[in-house]
């Protein structure tokens, strides 16, 4: 393996065959092997995502800019010289200034163009090589989006948007959630007997949506599971006792921050926040809050970040947005009912 430094000039990591071209030769020192497969991918109509993908290392992005791989998908570049023409446009992951890159690649080798620490992996080793999959597969994971129109907020008459989370405690309960077109989400694991497999199944489904979870102890696989599949503060965790919880969250962040060094990725970002009934609600400036309404009414106003469950008592609703409550927990099987609801609050 060589690792070449450089300049990170478009950040991103790509994976793929490399291709050396130069002035000098230009396409012609394309290898043949490629350029058949790419004449191949033509012949057979092959849509230009599905072409075969390469790495293309040149002299300098003059050259790169002019060159055109038939039937090859460039998806990475790496240049040995820092120059940029003015008008050359970069929008796949690319380094420059990379020192040594000329006759460095040999035919048929892999090549790695780390877009973020400017570096160029040639003929990668097994290590390195499943070190970059992973990252790439876990930032590939937060592009997943809702669009369908049950995915949309509901707002009120007068205009003032409400969240419909949906209060869950397993998977099915889950499932079921997102299909009704929840808008967020409040998984509630006091006495779930696996609570770690739960937060990764609703992280990685979750796709962008908030998601609170109410926890008793423990927080470390919610990171790990936050860090993989979501973005900053996209998760709020809540506990009974939050002053313990903010002491878990920072043990547990000296091994968290540790594990996104390794794969290259930022360590998760979230939130914090009290977990109260109606009856005990003490709101502390700036914390998140879960307010459990289902006892009782809400006697008292919510900031727009605070989750009120209301659980299935729909004609709750209009109360708790009038006390300012923009993000109101139902039970999974009223979704749908609820977001109408919303509808016809003056």
Same mark, same amino acid.
């Given at each position: 393996m060589k690792a070449l430094g450089g300049t990170a000039k478009y950040p991103g990591t790509a994976i793929a065959v490399g291709v050396y071209v130069d002035a000098a030769s230009g396409i012609n020192g394309v290898s043949s092997t490629l350029l058949m497969e790419g004449i191949s991918a033509l012949r057979r109509g092959s849509k230009p995502a599905d072409y075969p993908e390469a790495i293309l290392a040149c002299d300098n992005l003059n050259t790169g800019a002019g060159i055109r791989i038939p039937g090859i998908n460039i998806i990475g570049i790496? &240049?040995?010289?820092?120059?940029?023409?003015?008008? %050359?446009? =970069?929008?796949? !992951?690319? /380094? =420059?200034?990379?020192?040594? $890159?000329?006759?460095?690649?040999?035919?048929?080798?892999?090549? =790695? /163009?780390?877009?973020?620490?400017?570096?160029?992996?040639?003929?990668?080793?097994?290590?390195? $090589?499943?070190? %970059?999959?992973?990252?790439?597969?876990?930032?590939?994971?937060r592009k997943k989006i809702f669009i369908s129109s049950e995915h949309i907020p509901s707002r009120t008459q007068s205009g003032v948007t409400v969240y419909i989370y949906a209060h869950v405690s397993n998977e099915p309960q889950l499932a079921g959630a997102l299909s009704s077109g929840a808008d967020g989400l409040l998984v509630d694991l006091r006495n779930v007997r696996d609570a770690n497999y739960l937060p990764n199944t609703a992280l990685r489904e979750a796709a962008g949506k908030p998601v609170t979870f109410v926890v008793e102890y423990g927080c470390e696989e919610i990171l790990r599971a936050t860090m993989t599949?979501?973005?900053?503060?996209?998760?709020? $965790?809540?506990?009974?006792?939050?002053?313990?919880?903010? &002491?878990?969250?920072?043990? @547990?962040? *000296?091994?968290? /921050? $540790?594990?996104?060094?390794?794969?290259?990725?930022? !360590?998760?970002?979230?939130?914090?926040?009290?977990? %109260?009934?109606? @009856?005990? %609600?003490?709101? /502390?400036?700036?914390?998140?809050?879960? =307010? *459990?309404?289902?006892?009782?009414?809400?006697?008292?106003?919510?900031?727009? &970040?605070?989750v009120v469950i209301i659980g299935s008592s729909l004609d709750h609703i209009a109360a708790a947005v009038k006390l300012g409550a923009r993000r109101i927990a139902v039970d999974q099987s009223f979704i749908t009912e609820a977001k109408h609801t919303v509808l016809t609050i003056h």
């Open positions: 790496a &240049s040995q010289s820092e120059a940029v023409p003015a008008e %050359y446009t =970069i929008d796949v !992951p690319c /380094v =420059i200034g990379v020192d040594g $890159l000329s006759g460095s690649i040999q035919e048929g080798e892999l090549v =790695i /163009v780390d877009g973020y620490k400017g570096l160029v992996y040639i003929d990668p080793d097994p290590s390195t $090589l499943i070190h %970059y999959q992973q990252a790439e597969e876990q930032r590939q994971l599949y979501c973005t900053p503060g996209q998760v709020t $965790l809540a506990s009974e006792n939050p002053d313990l919880l903010a &002491s878990q969250l920072e043990h @547990a962040m *000296d091994r968290i /921050v $540790l594990e996104a060094l390794q794969l290259n990725i930022d !360590p998760p970002q979230v939130n914090l926040g009290g977990a %109260y009934t109606a @009856a005990n %609600y003490n709101p /502390v400036l700036g914390q998140a809050a879960v =307010i *459990d309404c289902r006892q009782s009414d809400c006697a008292t106003s919510a900031e727009e &970040s605070t």
